[in-house]
């Protein structure tokens, strides 16, 4: 995509390596340029008053010092747009309490109309994922908008005073559950991101290997792909994992034996399902590993509770558990 020769999308991959980051940069720079141009033409529409031209001057001139700021690497993205947004914030709410003063029908349309930009501003800052930036905000709006009703004494701004609350404390709300979404999402990312790190360290792979591994199953098949890993991993590591595989295949065909001997109306595949069921593995688990779908897993072990003579409340895995055990002590 470009702009005018520009190359918008280099420009913003220069700028920020995520794409939340570069959102955050796309509404950094488009709400600066919109506030800019606002207050600019705020001089000519709205009501002439020192506060507001104070108020407007200096908005103005520290969202240009915020953009001038991240330009020059001084702030990083996240927190140049959430001061740009609390700023703007309390613009709005300083023209609204100055329209409240003033206790006209326009000036209460006015601090209508503010209200509705702060709405938008906070629409904003939910979709750039500011961690409790929405929360501020409308705490801001609403302790503004009950300021100017106790000012003013509007009977428009009570007939909205309900819809504003709902919609903000609903912001709020929404908010403080997605960020603690947000900080489990990262705990887990950052516990994936040390198993894979310990993976990398244990194997002496690392991630050029995997995906040349991956490429390699694709082409020659997974026998290929897997002699492949055993060949570039450190050579201890790899008489390790020879070893504690031979194991688990050794305890693997010892219990599929003992599960034919106790349950010989089985068939191959059920004995199979019913080994995995004992290892607690899900359905699409089983499927996958099969290579069957889960209609056909499903079918296999109705069949199986049939066979065994299962009661409704009866869990498979505790029944198999049972008898096997019994059957192992009985032949001992």
Do not use: W
């Amino acid at each position: 995509m470009s702009l005018s020769g520009i190359n918008v999308s280099a420009f913003l991959s220069s700028k920020e390596h995520t794409i939340i980051g570069r959102q955050r940069l796309v509404f950094f720079i488009a709400i600066g340029v919109l506030s800019i141009i606002l207050t600019i033409s705020s001089f000519f529409l709205q009501p002439k008053n020192p506060t507001l031209t104070v108020v407007d001057i200096t908005t103005m001139a520290v969202t240009l010092l915020l953009e001038l700021l991240y330009f020059t690497h001084k702030i990083n993205i996240r927190l140049g747009t959430t001061l740009l947004f609390i700023l703007l914030q309390l613009e709005l709410s300083a023209q609204k309490i100055t329209f409240a003063t003033i206790n006209t029908p326009e000036s209460n349309a006015l601090i209508l109309q503010a209200s509705f930009l702060s709405l938008m501003l906070i629409t904003v800052s939910l979709l750039c994922f500011l961690k409790y930036s929405p929360t501020i905000i409308s705490s801001i709006s609403i302790f503004t908008y009950l300021l100017c009703l106790t000012i003013g004494r509007s009977s428009i701004l009570e007939t909205f005073l309900p819809v504003y609350l709902v919609v903000l404390f609903g912001v709020i709300i929404y908010d403080v559950y997605s960020v603690h979404a947000a900080f489990n999402l990262e705990a887990d990312n950052l516990n994936l991101r040390h198993e894979i790190s310990a993976f990398y360290h244990d194997t002496g792979l690392n991630s050029e290997s995997i995906r040349a591994i991956t490429q390699l199953c694709r082409e020659k098949g997974k026998a290929e792909g897997m002699r492949e890993i055993l060949s570039r991993m450190d050579p201890s590591v790899k008489a390790r994992l020879v070893s504690g595989l031979a194991a688990i295949r050794q305890e693997d065909e010892s219990s599929r034996k003992n599960i034919s001997a106790a349950f010989p109306m089985l068939t191959p595949m059920q004995v199979t399902i019913c080994q995995m069921v004992l290892q607690d593995m899900k359905l699409t688990e089983i499927c996958h590993i099969t290579g069957k779908s889960e209609g056909n897993i499903t079918s296999q072990r109705s069949r199986i509770r049939a066979i065994l003579e299962l009661k409704s409340d009866e869990v498979l895995k505790d029944v198999l558990q049972e008898r096997l055990k019994a059957y192992i002590e009985a032949s001992k």
